[in-house]
């Protein structure tokens, strides 16, 4: 569950510190808080979800570079944290500006709290709240599937179902088909204030979609937690009233199959079954997200359009696709720039798989698309697993200890510097050799000024050796760069 920012600033073990809003982002006051964190770890970010309001007392902070500080802001908004507030006083007397213009930029909210406060008393205030809010609504939730599940038992149809659903709840229920026809529905749509939706799948299979219209005094999260808790039910009834064809039924088994590294007689059968070519170009599509089922209508349109044949399969936070490449490199080169442009929720993955020979190949292209997705930086956008090439073969056939061994002895000094003095030097190597050593482009995807950029190359070139150029070293240590994200 979460409670709007403005609210929990409210609460009076933060509402003592004073806090102020340092920087303009939209709607900040109305931004969803899940969770109360505190940390004075600067690499915190990966270990967040989302919807963090998170707590910091700034001493880590104010002994860093101010392209460390930058870093940790558009790391934190890509996160999609609710915001950061930081305690001002002996180790950050004041927020730096360009701190803040980063953050604004991002849409990172930063939050100052000009009085010490104790940071677990805030946690213990808000979070048990939290937890006891959303208690009662995951008890309130099974009690209307268990309500939803006997009205079943009983003979009871659509309308029945969502009629339970929409008495305990206080929303109005409806559930529409994916091409928009309303299968079924219960209540007033004329008063809605808010509306939440849920995809009820049917064996992998997007069935239908439970719209909940809430009324202004009406509670949507305990809307969201019971049409999900429903969706078993619906997903029943809807299987009894139109059961899956023959073709759907080997679409959704092929994905299943592929999911599973099955065997290749196996896909060669159930490939041309559902529709699915067995020979050709494959490349498979990974989305890790919180919103894995309600992205998969907009990724199954987005695949019809790129490629001349697709099938995809939602599993728990995850979501997977398998398309057929007509062009090879051309398409997929197509889907990866189409997948840049889908809208998917904060803190979502995206990986796009080798291309694979055929449909036996597809589940070693999932497999790679996954391990790039563990592989990828934080932030980035798409992930190509071809750009990856080399630290998934690394990952693979070498050992850790060779690979250590490797980057210690290439770039070793350029480590232990970083370590030292908190500096980027390791990332900027990276981003200019990723761009074939053309420094305007590393520049920009570095957020710096060029001459800043060159200033790092120098100190760099200094502690390996010299300008790689020049001395036949630039392969070695660009491997070098690969094996230390590994």
């Given at each position: 569950?979460?409670?709007?920012?403005?609210?929990?600033?409210?609460?009076?073990?933060?509402?003592?510190?004073?806090?102020?809003?340092?920087?303009?982002?939209?709607?900040?006051?109305?931004?969803?808080?899940?969770?109360?964190?505190?940390?004075?770890?600067?690499?915190?970010?990966?270990?967040?979800?989302?919807?963090?309001?998170?707590?910091?007392?700034?001493?880590?902070?104010?002994?860093?570079?101010?392209?460390?500080?930058?870093?940790?802001?558009?790391?934190?908004?890509?996160?999609?944290?609710?915001?950061?507030?930081?305690?001002?006083?002996?180790?950050?007397?004041?927020?730096?500006?360009?701190?803040?213009?980063?953050?604004?930029?991002?849409?990172?909210?930063?939050?100052?709290?000009?009085?010490?406060?104790?940071?677990?008393?805030?946690?213990?205030?808000?979070?048990?709240?939290?937890?006891?809010?959303?208690?009662?609504?995951?008890?309130?939730?099974?009690?209307?599937?268990?309500?939803?599940?006997?009205?079943?038992?009983?003979?009871?149809?659509?309308?029945?179902?969502?009629?339970?659903?929409?008495?305990?709840?206080?929303?109005?229920?409806?559930?529409?088909?994916?091409?928009?026809?309303?299968?079924?529905?219960?209540?007033?749509?004329?008063?809605?204030?808010?509306?939440?939706?849920?995809?009820?799948?049917?064996?992998?299979?997007?069935?239908?979609?439970?719209?909940?219209?809430?009324?202004?005094?009406?509670?949507?999260?305990?809307?969201?937690?019971?049409?999900?808790?429903?969706?078993?039910?619906?997903?029943?009834?809807?299987?009894?009233?139109?059961?899956?064809?023959?073709?759907?039924?080997?679409g959704i088994e092929l994905m299943r199959a592929i999911n599973a590294g099955g065997q290749h007689w196996q896909l060669q059968q159930l490939g041309p079954a559902?529709?699915?070519?067995?020979?050709?170009?494959?490349?498979?599509?990974?989305?890790?997200?919180?919103?894995?089922?309600?992205?998969?209508?907009?990724?199954?349109?987005?695949?019809?359009?790129?490629?001349?044949?697709?099938?995809?399969?939602?599993?728990?936070?995850?979501?997977?696709?398998?398309?057929?490449?007509?062009?090879?490199?051309?398409?997929?080169?197509?889907?990866?720039?189409?997948?840049?442009?889908?809208?998917?929720?904060?803190?979502?993955?995206?990986?796009?798989?080798?291309?694979?020979?055929?449909?036996?190949?597809?589940?070693?292209?999932?497999?790679?698309?996954?391990?790039?997705?563990?592989?990828?930086?934080?932030?980035?956008?798409?992930?190509?697993?071809?750009?990856?090439?080399?630290?998934?073969?690394?990952?693979?056939?070498?050992?850790?200890?060779?690979?250590?061994?490797?980057?210690?002895?290439?770039?070793?000094?350029?480590?232990?510097?970083?370590?030292?003095?908190?500096?980027?030097?390791?990332?900027?190597?990276?981003?200019?050799?990723?761009?074939?050593?053309?420094?305007?482009?590393?520049?920009?995807e570095l957020h710096l000024e060029r001459q800043s950029l060159h200033h790092r190359l120098q100190r760099i070139f200094e502690l390996c050796g010299g300008d790689?150029?020049?001395?036949?070293?630039?392969?070695?240590?660009?491997?070098?760069?690969?094996?230390?994200?590994?």
């Amino acid at each position: 569950m979460s409670i709007a920012l403005g609210a929990a600033l409210e609460y009076q073990s933060l509402k003592s510190a004073e806090p102020r809003f340092l920087n303009n982002v939209p709607e900040a006051l109305d931004r969803p808080v899940r969770w109360v964190h505190s940390s004075e770890v600067l690499d915190i970010a990966p270990l967040l979800s989302g919807g963090e309001l998170l707590l910091s007392g700034g001493q880590a902070l104010a002994g860093v570079t101010t392209e460390r500080q930058a870093d940790y802001v558009r790391e934190l908004a890509a996160r999609g944290i609710a915001a950061l507030a930081l305690e001002t006083g002996p180790a950050l007397p004041e927020v730096p500006a360009h701190m803040l213009e980063t953050a604004e930029a991002a849409g990172l909210p930063v939050i100052e709290l000009r009085h010490v406060v104790p940071f677990v008393g805030v946690m213990q205030e808000i979070n048990s709240l939290l937890v006891s809010e959303s208690v009662e609504h995951l008890q309130r939730g099974d009690q209307a599937s268990h309500a939803m599940a006997a009205e079943l038992a009983h003979g009871g149809g659509l309308d029945q179902l969502l009629a339970v659903l929409s008495e305990r709840t206080g929303a109005s229920a409806r559930l529409v088909s994916p091409s928009g026809l309303t299968l079924g529905a219960a209540g007033s749509f004329e008063d809605a204030a808010s509306v939440t939706t849920v995809d009820v799948p049917v064996r992998g299979v997007l069935a239908a979609r439970l719209e909940l219209h809430m009324p202004d005094d009406g509670d949507g999260g305990l809307a969201r937690v019971a049409g999900e808790r429903s969706v078993d039910i619906l997903g029943l009834a809807l299987l009894q009233r139109m059961p899956p064809g023959l073709k759907e039924l080997a679409g959704i088994e092929l994905m299943r199959a592929i999911n599973a590294g099955g065997q290749h007689w196996q896909l060669q059968q159930l490939g041309p079954a559902s529709g699915f070519p067995a020979q050709g170009a494959v490349a498979a599509v990974v989305i890790r997200s919180t919103g894995a089922g309600h992205l998969r209508p907009a990724v199954d349109a987005l695949l019809r359009h790129c490629v001349p044949h697709s099938a995809s399969y939602a599993n728990n936070a995850e979501l997977i696709a398998l398309a057929a490449l007509g062009e090879g490199i051309a398409t997929r080169h197509a889907l990866m720039e189409a997948l840049e442009g889908l809208e998917v929720p904060t803190g979502s993955l995206v990986a796009v798989g080798p291309l694979g020979s055929g449909i036996v190949q597809a589940p070693w292209t999932l497999a790679e698309a996954r391990r790039a997705l563990d592989l990828a930086p934080a932030g980035k956008g798409v992930v190509d697993a071809d750009t990856l090439a080399v630290e998934l073969l690394a990952q693979e056939a070498l050992d850790p200890a060779m690979r250590e061994g490797f980057v210690h002895r290439q770039l070793g000094a350029v480590v232990e510097h970083d370590r030292l003095k908190k500096s980027q030097l390791m990332r900027t190597l990276a981003v200019w050799l990723d761009t074939g050593c053309n420094t305007a482009q590393a520049a920009r995807e570095l957020h710096l000024e060029r001459q800043s950029l060159h200033h790092r190359l120098q100190r760099i070139f200094e502690l390996c050796g010299g300008d790689p150029r020049g001395n036949g070293r630039l392969a070695a240590l660009h491997l070098a760069t690969k094996l230390a994200r590994v």
